[in-house]
């Protein structure tokens, strides 16, 4: 599985921006997609995830309301629509792919991109 983000940048604070991720590889129907973020010195935290088959959304309390995770499935994309960004979610994004009950340590990861929201 290969994992590809992009779409990251610099916005002011209360702006939007779109991340991407691109995935290649297999098929996806039987997996989750997500997506985390972490910044130096911090824990990876989990942001959001989609079910590929179904498309059911799960989402951080911290984002919820703000971002929208969806899917492509003809392209094999994810996406993660963030809007009224705050300086706090200034972090490297990374995309995820894990099976189904299986844990996201047991998944596929991509590079992250990187988010700055300034003040």
């Known amino acids: 599985v290969q994992l590809q983000a992009s779409g990251g940048g610099l916005v002011q604070a209360g702006g939007s921006l779109t991340l991407s991720c691109a995935a290649s590889?297999?098929?996806?129907?039987?997996?989750?997609m997500g997506w985390f973020r972490q910044g130096p010195g911090k824990e990876r935290e989990y942001v959001a995830s989609?079910?590929?088959?179904?498309?059911?959304?799960y989402y951080a309390d911290s984002v919820k309301g703000r971002f929208t995770i969806s899917r492509d499935i003809a392209d094999n994309m994810v996406y993660l629509q963030m809007r009224s960004l705050k300086p706090e979610d200034t972090d490297a994004y990374y995309c995820?792919?894990?099976?189904?009950?299986?844990?996201?340590?047991?998944?596929?990861w991509g590079q992250g991109t990187l988010v700055t929201v300034s003040s």
């Open positions: 995820a792919a894990t099976l189904v009950g299986r844990s996201w340590s047991q998944g596929s």
């Open positions: 590889g297999r098929t996806f129907s039987n997996h989750v």
């Open positions: 989609i079910r590929w088959g179904g498309g059911t959304t």
